[in-house]
Structure formats: C-alpha cells, structure tokens
C-alpha cells in the first residue's frame, strides 16, 4: 500500500521555479516531522529541508533563501517550493515523514522520489 505519493518534479531552466508535493495516506497521523531529501548520483542522500509541528523549519545551506517547504495538516501533505534553481539543485527528491505510533514508538515513511533536473 503506497504510503507517501510524490509530485511535481520535472524539468527546469537555471533560475525557473518547480513546486513538490508529498501526500501522506491518512492512515499516518501523529505526523511529527515532514521534510525533503535529495540524492544525486556520486552524492550520499541529504536533508534539504524539515518542518516539525510547531512550524519551525531547517534548511540546507544550499538552498536557503530560495527553497521555502510547508505543510497542510489537513491534507496531510507537505510542499517544497523550489525558486532560483540552479543546476546543483539537480537530484531525485524524496519526501520523508516521522510519525509517532503506539506505545511512544517513532516510524519513518519515504516517498517513491521524484526527479528534478535544472539545466539550460
């Protein structure tokens, strides 16, 4: 049963902007933490950014500034919008979400990722 579902990437000039989202089945719930990853080939997987419950959010130094992330608790989704892209930007992005379940247990979920490619 797919859990989290992906959307959004694609296709971008240097500069160009590209918005992803990530749905969560309404199965999870208890959601703690919900972010963004990325990995690109020769590179080992890593955060770009989280967001927790209280809104508070990190970011990569990479990306700070042009990359804002969110999220709707009602849909249970989180969002991840990408300005000023840049060709570094280029990777497969996958969405990451902690879950808290019974008895204090902490689960984490990813997405199937989604590519994203800059490039003029």
């Known amino acids: 049963q797919v859990q989290l579902v992906e959307s959004g990437g694609g296709l971008a000039q240097p500069g160009g902007s590209l918005r992803l989202s990530c749905a969560a089945s309404?199965?999870?719930?208890?959601?703690?933490?919900m972010g963004w990853y990325r990995q690109a080939p020769g590179k080992e997987r890593e955060l770009v950014a989280s967001?927790?419950?209280?809104?508070?959010?990190n970011y990569a130094d990479s990306v700070k500034g042009r990359f804002t992330i969110s999220r709707d608790n009602a849909k249970n989704t989180v969002y991840l919008q990408m300005n000023s892209l840049e060709p570094e930007d280029t990777a497969v992005y996958y969405c990451?979400?902690?879950?808290?379940?019974?008895?204090?247990?902490?689960?984490?979920?990813w997405g199937q990722g989604t590519q994203v490619t800059v490039s003029s």
């Open positions: 990451n979400v902690e879950a808290r379940g019974n008895y204090m247990l902490l689960y984490h979920y």
């Open positions: 309404r199965s999870i719930f208890n959601i703690n933490v």
């Open positions: 967001i927790n419950s209280g809104g508070s959010t």
